[in-house]
């Protein structure tokens, strides 16, 4: 069971970023996906939810009209398009799922990928 984010760097103030998440080991047309994102000495904040269709979003207030998160159900990806960004995003960026199996939780995260937002 594995994700791996993609797509960070470094863009200007008022720029974009599409970030993406690729999950294998898991079916993962049956799992809500989430980007989260955590700056250094801040607590990480939930950017986006979708569901596992991909029918139901949910934002951050902070990142509402700005973000679109969407999934390819198909290729097992799951995208995070920011635009707008701003430098109070730069952040490590983590997509992050919920396994139930059974009686059985997991909580899969990825190792990040890191966004940086400067002139």
């Known amino acids: 069971v594995q994700l791996v984010e993609s797509g960070g760097g470094l863009v200007q103030p008022g720029g974009s970023l599409r970030l993406s998440c690729v999950a294998s080991?898991?079916?993962?047309?049956?799992?809500?996906m989430i980007w989260h994102r955590q700056a250094p000495g801040k607590e990480r904040e939930l950017v986006a939810r979708?569901?596992?269709?991909?029918?139901?979003?949910k934002y951050a207030d902070s990142v509402k009209g700005r973000t679109t998160i969407t999934r390819d159900n198909a290729k097992n990806m799951v995208y995070l398009q920011m635009n707008s960004l701003k430098p109070e995003d730069a952040a490590m960026y983590y997509c992050?799922?919920?396994?139930?199996?059974?009686?059985?939780?997991?909580?899969?995260w990825g190792r990040g990928t890191q966004v940086t937002v400067s002139p």
């Open positions: 080991g898991f079916t993962f047309s049956s799992y809500a």
């Open positions: 979708i569901s596992s269709g991909g029918g139901s979003t």
């Open positions: 992050n799922t919920v396994l139930v199996a059974g009686l059985g939780v997991s909580d899969i």
